[in-house]
């Protein structure tokens, strides 16, 4: 089935380290991905897509995605991490029937 | 500008009862989604309209309805409400591009459902 996987549950990372959130995908062809954020018991917000093109893609809040065709990978990097990033993030992908991943919950310590 | 406005925000509904979760966007927008969130478990695809007069299954389809009434509202029907329905329900609508994919999806606030 084309989906995306989000292999970590829970990251911890240190306030002012960098921040690696890992997403794979299964598509036939190359699928056109999402990353989201979703602060408690908020909605969801685009941090960048990708859907062709220059694989390192810049979204918002200094936010990072590399594609990766070769493995299968869309991560999310960030090169310092702030408090204020503490929240849920999301991989998403597909082309009109779009599917999320289980999500990554970072926690920022100070 | 309102985006996706989705009724009502809360909901307590007893085992077996129905009721329709509404939604519309503003955004003129060809494509909306109906999407369940629960803790670990991510959003989880219900249904989509990739166009107005078009509706498909998504990830867990069983137990809902849908309805796109028109290119502005689509609308999720529980029938006979079951405790496992408890859920927080997003609704999103996105552009289809020129070349056939979705763009960004908007979403809406959600409404909280519970099933006693």
């Known amino acids: 089935a084309q989906s995306v996987t989000q292999p970590d549950i829970h990251i911890t990372v240190s306030e002012g380290a960098s921040l690696e959130l890992r997403c794979n995908y299964s598509?036939?062809?190359?699928?056109?991905l999402f990353w989201y954020v979703q602060s408690p018991g908020q909605g969801l917000q685009l941090l960048l897509k990708?859907?062709?093109?220059?694989?390192l893609v810049q979204g918002i809040k200094g936010f990072e995605a590399e594609f990766k065709r070769s493995q299968s990978s869309f991560n999310l990097r960030k090169p310092s991490v702030h408090w204020s990033d503490a929240a849920e993030y999301f991989c998403?992908?597909?082309?009109?029937?779009?599917?999320f991943g289980t999500g990554t919950k970072l926690q920022v310590i100070p | 500008n309102a985006g996706v406005t989705q009724t009502p925000k809360f909901q307590v509904l007893k085992t077996g009862q129905s009721m329709t979760l509404q939604c519309a966007q503003d955004?003129?927008?060809?494509?909306m989604y109906w999407y369940q969130q629960d803790p670990g478990m991510g959003l989880r695809l219900i249904y989509y309209?990739?166009?107005?007069?078009?509706?498909d299954k998504g990830e867990v389809p069983n137990g809902y309805n849908v309805s796109r009434l028109n290119k502005r509202e689509f609308s999720l029907r529980l029938e006979s409400a079951a405790p496992s329905q408890t859920s927080v329900y997003f609704c999103?609508?996105?552009?289809?591009?020129?070349?056939?994919?979705?763009?960004?999806?908007?979403f809406g606030e959600g409404s909280r459902l519970t099933v006693l």
């Open positions: 955004m003129n927008h060809n494509s």
């Open positions: 999103a609508s996105s552009q289809t591009l020129r070349t056939g994919p979705t763009g960004e999806l908007f």
């Open positions: 598509y036939g062809a190359t699928p056109y």
């Open positions: 990708y859907f062709s093109g220059d694989t």
């Open positions: 998403a992908g597909g082309y009109q029937k779009v599917t």
């Open positions: 309209s990739a166009s107005e007069g078009t509706t």
